[in-house]
C-alpha cells in the first residue's frame, strides 16, 4: 500500500513540475511583455487618432439648451416672476475642407505604420523569447562545462596530495594543484551565478519565476537560405516591416505638407440651426398681458436658418507659411530615415546571410571534432583502464570533451538565433518559424 502511495504521488509531482518550452513561454509573453502591451496600447491610439481625424469630416449634431429665471421688478417693487425655456438644435457638415481629408489620410498613413511597427514588434518578441531562452540553455551549458573542469583538478589535486603524503610530489605541484583546483571551483561559482542570471530575463519577460526549461536536442536541421542573395535583398526590402513603417512614415508626412498647404485654401461649410424659446412672461414692460393690448406677446417662438459658410485665411502673421515650411523639413527628414533604414537593412540581411553559413559550418565543425574528442576519450578511458594512461591524461580526455560539448551547444544556439534573426531582416519570420525550434526541444 506504502508503495503504492508513493508511486501516485510520483506521478502527480511529475505532472505538476513541468519544463517549459519556447512555445508556452511566447504564449505567455503575448499576454504580459511590457514592452510588447506597450506597442499594442500604441496600435489601439493610433486607431483612435485615425477615427478622430475622419470625424472631422463628418457631419456634426449639437444639442443645447438653457433654462433661466428672471424676476421683473418697477420701482424696486416685484412685478411678476417667470422661467424661461430655450432649445438650440445645431447641424454641421464640412463641404470643402482638403486641409482635413489630407489630415485624415496623414492619420491613416500614420496608422498603417503602427500596423507595421506592431508586427515587428511580434517579430521582435519571437526572437528575445529565444534568446533569452538560449541565454539560459548557454548558462547552463557553461556551468556543466565548468563543473567537469572542477571536477578534473579536483582529482587532480587529490592525486598530488596523495603522492606529496608518501613523498614523491614536491610542495611546488601541490600548490599549483591546489591554485589550478581553487580556480576552477570559482568558474564554477561564477558559472553558477550566471545560471541564476540568465533566469531573469525570461522572468522579466513573462512577469514569473521561470524555473525549469527543456533542453534543445542534439539533432538539429541546418538549413541555409537559398536563392541570388541579391533577389533575397531585393524581396527583404519590400517585406521588411521596419521599411514599411518608414514608408508610411513618409506618406504621413507628405499628406501633412499637403494639409498645411490647403491651410491657404478656402473652407466651405453647410450649416442648419434652430432655436425654440418658452418663456412664461405674463407682463411687457409692466403691462399685464391679459389686458386687451393691440398686439399680441407670444409665449413661445422659434427661429430656424440655414446657412453655407465660406472662410478664407488673408492674413496670419506668418503663422502657416511656417507650418507649411515645417511640415516641407519634415518631409525631408521622413524620405532620409527611409534611406537609412533601407540600408541598414540591407546590411543586415547581407551580414546575415554570411553568418548563418558561417554558423552551418561551425555546427559541423564542432560535430565532428565531438565525435574526435569522445573517441579519445574513449582510447584515452581504455589505456587508463589497462594503465598505460594516467589519471591525469583522463581528467584531460573529459575536460576536453566537455568543453567541445559545450562549444557545439553554443554553435547550435547561435545558429538558431542567427537563422531567425535573418528571417526577420526579410520581413518572413512569423510564429510556425518558432514552432520549428520548438520542436528541436527534448
Known sequence: MMKKLLFLILILTSSLIRSDDLIS???EALIKDPNFNLNKADLKLNKEFLNQARSALGPRLNLSGNT????????????NDYNTFSYNLNFTQPIFRLDSWFQSRR????????????????????????????????????LKTAQATEKAFENRY????????????????????KAAFNGATSERVLAEGNLDISFEEINSIV??????????SETINLSVPSGNLENIVEVGIQNNFLIK??????????????????????????SANANRRTSKQYTFDGLDSDLDLPFFIPQETENRNFSVQFSLPLFTSGLNSSQRRQALIEEVKS??????????????????????????LNVESLEASLESTKDALDATRLGYELSSRNLIDLLQAERSFA????????????YLITYLQFKQATGALDPTDLIAVNNNLE
Open 25 to 27: 513561454i511566447y504564449e
Open 68 to 79: 433661466n429665471w428672471n424676476e421683473y421688478y418697477q420701482e424696486r417693487e416685484l412685478q
Open 107 to 142: 492619420a491613416k498613413n500614420n496608422f498603417d505604420a503602427a500596423e507595421a511597427r506592431f508586427a515587428y514588434q511580434q517579430q521582435d518578441l519571437i526572437i528575445r523569447v529565444t534568446r533569452a531562452y538560449f541565454k539560459v540553455l548557454s548558462a547552463r551549458s557553461s
Open 158 to 177: 587529490q592525486q598530488i596530495l596523495e603522492r606529496f603524503n608518501l613523498g614523491s610530489a614536491s610542495r611546488i605541484e601541490l600548490a599549483e594543484a
Open 207 to 216: 512577469g514569473r519565476k521561470v524555473t525549469l526549461i527543456a533542453p534543445l
Open 245 to 270: 513603417e518608414a514608408k508610411s512614415r513618409l506618406q504621413a508626412s507628405q499628406s501633412n505638407t499637403k494639409s498645411k498647404v490647403a491651410n491657404l485654401l478656402p473652407k466651405v461649410d453647410a
Open 335 to 360: 524620405e532620409e530615415q527611409l534611406v537609412l533604414i533601407q540600408r541598414n537593412v540591407t546590411q543586415e540581411i547581407r551580414s546575415l546571410h554570411s553568418a548563418i553559413r558561417t554558423a552551418r
Open 403 to 414: 568543453d567541445v560539448q559545450n562549444r557545439l551547444s553554443q554553435a547550435r544556439y547561435s
